[in-house]
């Protein structure tokens, strides 16, 4: 298996635009979230979905973020507009995840490296 | 919400030295998942814990869930460079999700 995918590795784009990444789980698992990390907040969580449905979307911080998972097999994070207060690393992880709260591990992304100028 | 403290959150180590490091909760854990990030990297799971005073190994990290199951530790003996990163410990929610901790930054010194 390749492992989470996501693209683009890094996104250099300058205060207004609007950004989309991507996100590839692995095969079989049915819950995906999506991460941001600084220096400043470490890692948090934004939103995550399980069977393609967002589960808690509490963590996105603005109405400017949206998350979007329209099958098993991928989903997007948009930032419109961006800002430069938005330049993070941001993490996308799949599971697999149920209610009972049965645990496993979860498998990130190489991350994507977003810098708003 | 429920969350967890880690500390420290910096650990300056010589090689060769052990060290600990701690995950606190106020309220009782289901389970403990640690992971680990190199600089520049992602998280990545090393080991989860489920029951009251469990112990793990792995080679040269020892990772402990306390009999209350409200902490949980990782002890790491004879410090090498390849140690160097963030040890994040996570407790697990319905779901699959999980609430991360701040993480405890190794730096190893040589």
């Known amino acids: 298996d390749a492992g989470v995918i996501q693209s683009p590795r890094h996104e250099v784009t300058e205060m207004g635009q609007e950004v989309t990444l991507r996100c590839k789980p692995i095969s079989g698992h049915n819950s995906l979230f999506w991460y941001r990390q600084t220096m400043m907040r470490g890692l948090e969580l934004l939103i995550y979905f399980n069977n393609n449905v967002p589960i808690d979307d509490s963590g996105m911080p603005e109405d400017r973020f949206s998350a979007k998972m329209p099958n098993a097999s991928f989903s997007t994070l948009k930032i419109q507009p961006s800002e430069p207060r938005d330049s993070a690393v941001y993490f996308c992880a799949s599971t697999f995840g149920d209610r009972l709260a049965e645990t496993y591990e979860q498998y990130f992304g190489p991350g994507t490296r977003l810098t708003v100028t | 919400g429920q969350q967890v403290m880690q500390i420290p959150q910096y650990q300056h180590v010589q090689e060769g030295e052990d060290f600990t490091t701690y995950c606190n909760s106020s309220?009782?854990?289901?389970?403990i998942q640690w992971y680990k990030q190199r600089p520049g990297g992602h998280p990545v799971f090393l080991i989860q814990l489920v029951k009251s005073g469990e112990v793990k190994k792995q080679k040269r990290l020892t990772f402990q869930f306390g009999e209350a199951k409200k902490n949980s530790s990782l002890h790491i003996t004879a410090t090498q460079t390849t140690d160097v990163g963030t040890y994040f410990c996570a407790s697990a929610k319905s779901w699959g999700k999980l609430q991360f901790g701040a993480g405890t930054q190794v730096v190893v010194t040589p």
């Open positions: 309220t009782t854990l289901s389970n």
